[in-house]
């Protein structure tokens, strides 16, 4: 289990509502995806069976949390396709359905019960309208923990059954000691790098690290100022990231909106080099000159358009890079 960096003051107030009795049984805990929410969740019901069980008891208890086979505990995320050899695009309403059955079972030497859907963002609308019913229907042993990286995103019914904790991105301080904890041979300037690109989600930085898509960023600067958009080059490009599962792909995505962005910026004359940390981002001054603001906005717009379309109706990946390179005339 991941040791907790930061949100200390979160964890105090849930842990004392809970012991005192006094805890909302369903909690929203929105924020950054990839900042530790997940962590969060996981190490405050640790403490709580930590409290609770006896010693000789706490160990056997903490690994079937670990392990997400303790009786008392439901951790809710996106099914696994066998078949497609994929993880599938939603939470289903028949994984909803089956926490009734959960909730209505004796609880296992009478401890209380937890839920915890990762990510509530990922739920299906029928499966919403389930999660909903649960949620109007609350039962004392039973605590629900929705973790949401995109809180607008949930239907305004469930938030407002819900104890609202918003999470702020951790500072470099926090950021830096999560990386270090975490990856070997990692110097200084790379963690500031990876800070300035995933605005200060520790989750994000090792997703860009691991996957190796970090190496796509010199990649995608090439590209935006070449001025054929079927050149080799871009030809190569397209071919390469098209093979991106779609969850790296959206992280290269959000690499190339960070760069269109702060082009963007630059070109009107904004100074982003106090917010950032890393030497790498002041490569983009050499780009923003060659790149024009209206070809910026098309390519923005591009991706503003399209984006949601790409995931939702499984559209070609190639295609659609392909598309972002060529000529925008609307």
């Known amino acids: 289990m991941n040791n907790l960096v930061g949100f200390s003051n979160k964890k105090k107030i849930i842990l004392e509502n809970y012991f005192n009795k006094n805890l909302h049984n369903s909690l929203i805990f929105s924020g950054l995806k990839g900042i530790g929410k997940k962590t969060f969740v996981f190490d405050v019901i640790n403490e709580i069976f930590s409290r609770s069980v006896n010693k000789n008891q706490i160990t056997h208890h903490l690994n079937l949390i670990k392990n997400h086979t303790h009786p008392n505990i ?4 996106k099914d696994y396709d066998v078949k497609l050899n994929k993880e599938k695009n939603i939470i289903s309403i028949e994984q909803i359905r089956k926490l009734k059955t959960f909730i209505n079972e004796s609880s296992f030497d009478g401890f209380n019960k937890f839920i ?9 609308i029928s499966a919403s309208n389930s999660l909903l019913k649960i949620l109007e229907e609350p039962k004392n042993n039973t605590y629900i923990f929705l973790i949401s990286h995109q809180f607008s995103s949930l239907l305004p019914t469930i938030r407002s059954r819900c104890l609202k904790f918003k999470f702020k991105n ?3 301080d926090n950021f830096n000691l999560i990386l270090t904890q975490k990856t070997n041979e990692i110097n200084d300037e790379e963690i500031k790098f990876l800070f300035d690109l995933s605005n200060g989600s520790p989750g994000l930085a090792l997703s860009l690290r691991d996957e190796k898509i970090l190496e796509l960023y010199n990649e995608i600067l090439d590209t935006l100022v070449d001025n054929d958009p079927i050149s ?11 093979h991106l599962s779609n969850d790296e792909f959206k992280i290269f995505l959000s690499i190339l909106k960070f760069i269109l ?4 910026k630059l070109n ?13 981002i002041s490569l983009l001054n050499d780009y923003a000159s060659k790149i024009s603001k209206n070809f910026i906005i098309k390519k923005l717009e591009y991706l503003i358009n399209n984006e949601n379309d790409l995931f939702i109706y499984n559209l070609d990946k190639k295609l659609f890079v392909l598309n972002f390179f060529a000529e925008i005339d609307n």
């Open 261 to 264: 962005i702060n082009l963007n």
């Open 268 to 280: 009107h004359g904004i100074n982003i080099f106090d917010q950032y940390l890393s030497n790498k």
């Open 170 to 172: 951790h500072n470099f």
């Open 232 to 242: 080799i080059n871009n030809l190569e490009f397209s071919n390469k990231v098209s």
């Open 74 to 77: 439901r951790y809710i995320k």
């Open 116 to 124: 915890i859907i990762d990510s509530s963002d990922d739920l299906s």
